[in-house]
């Protein structure tokens, strides 16, 4: 066991020897991926995106206890923004434009959200959701492409080398490297905590002195932000949005990657989408199967793992740790 | 818009808004009891229909027995479901059991297709859907008739039911503290088992009305089932009359903004529930449910 004697160490974020290792040898994969698996190249890229999405929705979710059914929507913002705008403005104006647009929506979303809770909350958020698909099918179809979409070229956005799926692919990873960090961070940091007491116990949070419209609002703009970055990156990725692939069940399954993973810390996030990403990628060559095979997973790990494979491999852990009591 | 049109429409509105009332009803009664989402009901409702299409046009079995049978087999099912699964999964909190009818959703709705075919399907019906009775120059469809008035037989049914019976008592009494309930010897598992039964007969109802008019396959129910759960939340989750009110109300609207503006048709049900949230953030008859922190 690691005892703790000061606050500094609570807040460290490596806290041993071992952690930096694992650490470094993450990041050692992730750059090596493209180069010994080239194949998995795309799938992991996927799940680069996708774990951004699952963080973003996890500092809701998890941490400030607020659901949302409508992550496809702020998804479909940034992938939207970077479709129609970085030809224009170059990649990453318009990745920031998506960062804006994201923050901005969410907060707004965030306000009347502050009323509502539980299911009433669930079905306004694929409510908004809903609104934002059929907005970008629905608008003229030289606005947004209409219900075909638009289409991405690489080429044009990054120039010839970067255009490659292998450059791309460490653009994807330094973005999502930086965004991690920085979700680590909002965990520890004051407003991260803001964000566990509101949930835990809304009362003694605003006696505390959390200001709780604020800190509601907040979780649901960095939320949306988290959720555009990953539609900004995605839509490079796959090369075409169209409103089809922002459905429900999009959300949906944003929402099943952090129950899947463990809900309430970031590493669950990352670990749900690792999860889902890879099990759609092998589902998809079960054809007919897939959709049943997909609802048995989520089926068994709710009955038999309700925290998720974070909470399993932190039971893991503390059981080694504290052998053989 | 002449007289007539508007006629036209409020009767389209209340036969779609019959079939948002009978599946926000089903969300509403579900809800009360045990707290959860249930967002496999779709699913359950569609195991109804193909089972009523399978035992009707392929085996030739009276339409009004294979009706009973699939209403029967989702009210099992999902009794079913919430016993063996729900019941002793251990993501007890409502998030982890909105995941879990999600996952029970996709699992069920992958099964059915794989089962029954992706393929539209012509549901048998009562009534022929293209016939209509004529009164004066006014032409009525005789399966919009059957649907408001099946509609309004099974919302009184429900109210007999929930207000006069034994169980209806033990219902609303878990709905309104299930722990006290349990201590003055309710039993709260067959209560439990039987409002899953009840709010998937309410939806498979709403479905086996609604095919007929339009074809069968196995996303049959997922704008019905989005419909009901807006309609559920404009009247208020807690609420049986609630839903029903919201139920008419978004089949009516829809009817008339649909008209004029078809595009926003699909959205509008969710404005309409972000527009009543914000007065009335529990619903239009829902009441504030009581937190002690």
């Known amino acids: 066991m690691v005892l703790k004697e000061r606050y500094e160490q609570d807040l460290r974020l490596v806290g041993s020897p071992q952690g930096w290792a694992a650490f470094a040898l993450t990041i050692l994969l992730f750059v090596l991926i493209p180069q010994i698996f080239p194949a998995y190249a795309y799938p992991v890229a996927l799940f680069m995106v996708y774990s951004l999405v699952a963080i973003g929705l996890n500092i809701l979710v998890g941490f400030t206890g607020q659901i949302s059914l409508g992550h496809a929507g702020f998804f479909a913002i940034g992938a939207y923004a970077v479709a129609k705008l970085a030809p224009i403005i170059t990649f990453p104006a318009a990745l920031l434009v998506a960062v804006v647009a994201c923050a901005v929506v969410g907060y707004l979303v965030g306000i009347p959200a502050l009323k509502l809770e539980g299911p009433y909350l669930a079905i306004a958020t694929s409510g908004f959701g809903l609104a934002i698909q059929q907005f970008f099918a629905n608008t003229p179809n030289d606005w947004f492409g209409g219900h075909g979409g638009l289409i991405v070229e690489k080429s044009q956005l990054f120039g010839d080398f970067f255009a490659r799926d292998r450059a791309y692919y460490y653009i994807i990873l330094a973005v999502v490297t930086v965004m991690v960090y920085m979700a680590f961070n909002l965990a520890r940091s004051h407003i991260g905590r803001a964000f566990v007491a509101v949930r835990d116990a809304e009362l003694a949070a605003q006696t505390s002195g959390v200001n709780i419209a604020k800190i509601k609002t907040l979780a649901f703009a960095i939320s949306a932000v988290y959720a555009g970055i990953g539609g900004a990156l995605f839509a490079p990725l796959l090369g075409i949005v169209s409103p089809e692939s922002f459905s429900l069940l999009l959300s949906v399954q944003f929402l099943s990657m952090i129950v899947i993973g463990g809900i309430g810390t970031v590493a669950g996030g990352i670990l749900g989408a690792g999860m889902v990403t890879a099990l759609q990628d092998q589902l998809a060559q079960a054809g007919g199967w897939s959709g049943l095979l997909y609802g048995l997973v989520v089926l068994i790990v709710m009955i038999l793992e309700p925290l998720g494979l974070y909470g399993r491999w932190m039971k893991i852990k503390l059981y080694w740790k504290s052998w053989p009591f | 818009m002449s007289l007539e049109q508007a006629i036209r429409l409020l009767i389209i509105g209340i036969e779609v808004g019959s079939i948002y009332a009978l599946v926000a009803l089903s969300v509403v009664l579900l809800y009360r009891t045990s707290r959860v989402l249930n967002f496999g009901q779709g699913e359950l409702a ?19 027995l294979s009706f009973l049978a699939g209403l029967a087999a989702s009210a099992v099912a999902a009794g079913a479901f919430y016993f063996f699964l729900m019941r002793r999964a251990k993501a007890q909190d409502p998030m982890g059991l909105l995941i879990l009818t999600l996952g029970f959703s996709l699992f069920a709705n992958g099964g059915l297709s794989l089962l029954f075919g992706v393929d539209n399907k012509q549901m048998p019906g009562f009534v022929d859907v293209i016939e209509t009775w004529q009164i004066g120059n006014f032409s009525i469809s005789k399966n919009s008739v059957l649907v408001a008035v099946a509609g309004l037989i099974l919302m009184i049914g429900l109210y007999f039911f929930v207000q ?27 209560v439990l088992v039987s409002s899953w039964a009840v709010a998937a007969i309410l939806g498979s109802a709403a479905a086996l009305l609604l095919a007929p008019a339009i074809s069968l396959n196995p996303s049959l129910m997922l704008d019905p089932l989005n419909k009901g759960f807006a309609a559920a939340v404009v009247g208020g989750m807690t609420s049986l009359p609630g839903a029903v009110l919201g139920g008419y109300l978004l089949g009516i609207i829809e009817a008339y903004v649909g008209n004029f503006v078809p595009a926003f048709k699909l959205a509008l049900a969710f404005i309409l529930v972000i527009l009543v949230l914000v007065f009335r953030p529990h619903g239009l008859l829902g009441e504030k449910e009581t937190r002690r922190a």
């Open chain 2, 46 to 64: 569609l195991l109804a229909c193909f089972l009523t299409f399978t035992l009707t046009s392929r085996m030739g079995v009276p339409l009004w």
């Open chain 2, 164 to 190: 006069k019976s034994k169980i209806g008592l033990a219902m609303r009494a878990v709905s309104q503290n299930p722990e006290v309930a349990k201590a003055l010897g309710i039993p709260v598992n067959v």
